[in-house]
């Protein structure tokens, strides 16, 4: 059985993209949230998600290029002055595994965002982290372990199958992908040895920031069998944050694929059946 978790990530990061988000799921076959609770429009996507009650919304972790929830001087090693991490993904890791003081703010910090996110009152549907960064196994583990004190239940594993993706359109497979996914057996075991579920396969990466109509219309038709998490990166315009954090994104693309009538009757033609990660969760 093919089946697909239609998600964004990056919810409360800007208004234009909790705009998208919002229309996407009203209008298009967006089901799935992942809130920056630290981000800087976190407010109005919680408000936006209050008002949209079958938009499940899960915790967008960010430990690297995002603003922390705690401030710099509880995190000194692991952000800067500004209350961001760095866009470092070598330098917050060697932090993260090597040194004992950068595990305990990450655990800190990591507490904090659970904790922001129950404030909020939304129901909590799964977990990811910003730039794929559950995938280090320090914070993998603590997200989980954390994370299930808040009643956590489902993660993604971002493992990324070529074939459906050269059956659909350009792309080049190199060995940096193979031994990423390779490296998501780690995050799937840590996720089932807590007793949590995981989607089989997702679609994202290669592509990230170019989900275009296009690509997702030819991606339908290829789908394997099993739970696809399909995530975007929408936004009704890019702002001057995005444009420098993003710069190469087609962010208000995305958000047209997602309310492609394509899109949606190239996944009912492939029989891909829509779902959440509560259904994975209970084998619904």
Request: hydrophobic letters at 40%.
């Amino acid at each position: 059985m093919k089946r697909a978790i239609i998600s964004a990530d990056d919810f409360g990061m800007s208004v234009e993209v909790n705009e998208a988000i919002e229309q996407a799921h009203i209008n298009g076959v967006l089901s799935t949230a992942s809130l920056m609770v630290s981000g800087p429009a976190a407010q109005d996507a919680v408000e936006r998600a209050r008002r949209l009650p079958s938009l499940h919304v899960g915790l967008h972790l960010v430990v690297i290029e995002g603003p922390s929830v705690l401030p710099h001087s509880r995190l000194p090693l692991i952000t800067r002055e500004n209350g961001w991490f760095s866009s470092s993904q070598f330098g917050l890791g060697v932090d993260y595994f090597f040194r004992p003081e950068g595990r305990r703010e990450l655990e800190a910090e990591i507490t904090a965002q659970f904790e922001a996110f129950s404030r909020t009152g939304l129901p909590l549907d799964h977990a990811n982290a910003h730039k794929h960064m559950h995938l280090h196994p320090t914070v993998g583990k603590m997200m989980i372990g954390i994370g299930k004190g808040y009643g956590l239940n489902a993660i993604r594993v971002p493992l990324e199958p070529p074939r459906p993706l050269y059956a659909a359109g350009t792309y080049t497979d190199t060995l940096g992908d193979a031994a990423l996914r390779r490296w998501t057996a780690l995050l799937r075991h840590q996720a089932h040895a807590a007793g949590m579920a995981t989607n089989d396969w997702c679609f994202g990466l290669a592509w990230s920031g170019h989900m275009t109509t296009e690509r997702m219309a030819a991606l339908a038709a290829h789908l394997p069998d099993g739970v696809s998490e399909i995530y975007f990166h929408p936004a009704t315009h890019k702002n001057t944050m995005l444009e420098e954090l993003m710069p190469t994104y087609e962010h208000e693309a995305e958000f047209q694929a997602l309310c492609s009538p394509g899109f949606r009757k190239g996944l009912e033609q492939a029989g891909a059946q829509l779902c959440g990660w509560q259904d994975i969760a209970y084998g619904a």
